[in-house]
DNA sequence: ATCAATCATGATAATAATTATCATTATCAT
DNA sequence: ATGATAATGATAATTATTATCATGATTGAT
């Protein structure tokens, strides 16, 4: 949908691939570009039925290989509610985000506040943490849902 | 260890075993007495492991079952990071807390910030979500593993 | 105290998501 | 072209959790 943007992510794909021992794969562009088209956040299952119609022969195990990947060079990011199944969504140069979440249809927008995060710093501080990453999730009911 | 907190935990079990088509347990209170003397994030697998020097019989799918009821009256609460087994806590009076979780040691800290709550209520409604609950988990390194 | 109804439990089978294994195929530097 | 090694598909294995089911415990009415 965005050439743009699946042009930046096979650039980073690339980097990272030759800066270690790692070869090229078409498959992996193919999975690349379902997840950018969806523009979701989908289970490794759902992007396997999505990637199935543009080559069969691509099996779940390398979904979760290539997702895995993807979210090591940073051009994915992973979301696990409760204990669940995982979900994937495409993070490439967005700012580090949070999610609220539709408990009733599972809808899932993507939020940003630098405010919280100038607070979690100052709260791990003052507990003698260095902070390394944070993950805030709010759940309600989105508006669709209330009517 | 601190018998007014297993009093009123077992006071609002009993209402609420009460309130609904439950009977009584001696295991249920075996396995909270447990849990409240830990005072820790612990899995199902490791409260049972302390458990079973009580009580030998007890099996892990009792675990489960007991610290789900435990859940839902409130007196327990779980943590879930990325994935991977579910942490079972006290919850018993507490306020909610949000966690702030060395990735070394995996020790957990609970943290409280009145202000993020706020500002999460207002990100929620600028969304148009009626706000439910939320989840906020901190990363990073704790003092002792700076060291 | 007895009895019947039904909840609680233990052992274990089932499930679901994910990861590991391994034989085969594709890539890449020479 | 070739040899080394990464990528892949199929599927076995794993792990945490839940469901099943036969048996034992609790409760309320008699």
Redo the contacts between chains.
């Keep these: 949908m965005n050439k743009d943007e699946f042009t930046r992510a096979t650039d980073i794909l690339n980097d990272y691939i030759q800066s270690r021992p790692l070869k090229y794969s078409e498959k992996r562009l193919v999975i690349l570009r379902a997840l950018l088209d969806s523009n979701r956040h989908l289970t490794a299952e759902e992007l396997h039925s999505i990637v199935k119609d543009k080559d069969a022969s691509i099996g779940i195990a390398t979904i979760y290989r290539t997702l895995r990947l993807f979210t090591e060079c940073g051009i994915s990011g ?1 979301l ?1 509610l ?3 199944t ?1 979900r994937y969504y495409p993070a490439l140069g967005k700012a580090h985000h949070d999610h ?1 979440i ?2 009733k249809c599972g809808k899932v ?1 993507n ?1 940003v ?1 630098p ?2 995060e100038k ?2 710093e100052k ?2 501080r003052e ?17 669709d849902c ?1 009517k």
């Design positions: 992973e696990t409760d204990g669940s995982t609220l539709c408990i927008v939020i506040s405010g919280i607070t979690q709260l791990a507990n003698g943490f260095t902070l390394e990453s944070h993950r805030l999730d709010l759940f309600g009911i989105c508006s209330q």
